[in-house]
T-cell receptor
Framework: KAGVTQTPRYLIKTRGQQVTLSCSPISGHRSVSWYQQTPGQGLQFLFE???????NKGNFPGRFSGRQFSNSRSEMNVSTLELGDSALYLCASSLGDRGYEKLFFGSGTQLSVL | GESVGLHLPTLSVQEGDNSIINCAYS??????FIWYKQESGKGPQFIID?????DKRQGQRVTVLLNKTVKHLSLQIAATQPGDSAVYFCAENIEGTASKLTFGTGTRLQVTL
């Protein structure tokens, strides 16, 4: 069974640009969540999508958005990039239909904002 | 409880010894706890989980202990191996909030030969 796939693996952007990251969940998983990982703040929850709807949201500004498609694949978008957005962005998938979710993470997209 | 940390605490253990990694969680309403292992260049990998109605859960070479009174979680790794070298994170969750995990700051485990 293939794991969670994230593309691209590395990305370099400049301030003010926008970026779109992609995540393909494990087959059969309907929930996709996104996390930001930085040395200073650690792992922080961005948002979760389930059946194409945002189900949970973290404390990030509106510049961070996402969506989920009917095949459960998800994209995350960051507009007007800031230097502080440099981070490893992790996607995790789970079945999504139970109270306690075991998350499976991808290897992440390393975003550098110059 | 947001995770904040510039410097990861490090635990250095000799190969073959047992390792104990500790975690203090922040939310008394949390009722589900998970340990993840993250190797360099990879995403976190699930190790073991425990619900708040349990005090202890064992897996293969790993044991998680939960003390709700003091909001403390620990991960015990038996017969630590070089392949166990990684950063270990505890995470907490409240039932019904699905994938919204709150992660701890992490502990780096170094296994020496």
């Amino acid at each position: 069974k293939a794991g969670v796939t994230q593309t691209p693996r590395y990305l370099i952007k400049t301030r003010g640009q926008q970026v779109t990251l992609s995540c393909s969940p494990i087959s059969g998983h309907r929930s996709v969540s996104w996390y930001q990982q930085t040395p200073g703040q650690g792992l922080q929850f961005l948002f979760e999508y389930f059946s194409e709807t945002q189900r949970n949201k973290g404390n990030f500004p509106g510049r961070f958005s996402g969506r989920q498609f009917s095949n459960s694949r998800s994209e995350m978008n960051v507009s007007t990039l800031e230097l502080g957005d440099s981070a490893l962005y992790l996607c995790a998938s789970s079945l999504g239909d139970r109270g306690y979710e075991k998350l499976f993470f991808g290897s992440g997209t390393q975003l550098s904002v110059l | 409880g947001e995770s904040v940390g510039l410097h990861l605490p490090t635990l250095s253990v000799q190969e073959g010894d047992n390792s104990i990694i500790n975690c203090a969680y922040s939310n008394s309403a949390s009722d589900y706890f998970i340990w993840y292992k993250q190797e360099s260049g990879k995403g976190p990998q699930f190790i073991i989980d425990i619900r708040s109605n349990m005090d202890k859960r064992q897996g293969q070479r790993v044991t998680v202990l939960l003390n709700k009174t003091v909001k403390h979680l620990s991960l015990q790794i038996a017969a630590t191996q070089p392949g166990d070298s990684a950063v270990y994170f505890c995470a907490e969750n409240i039932e019904g909030t699905a994938s919204k995990l709150t992660f701890g700051t992490g502990t780096r485990l170094q296994v020496t030969l």
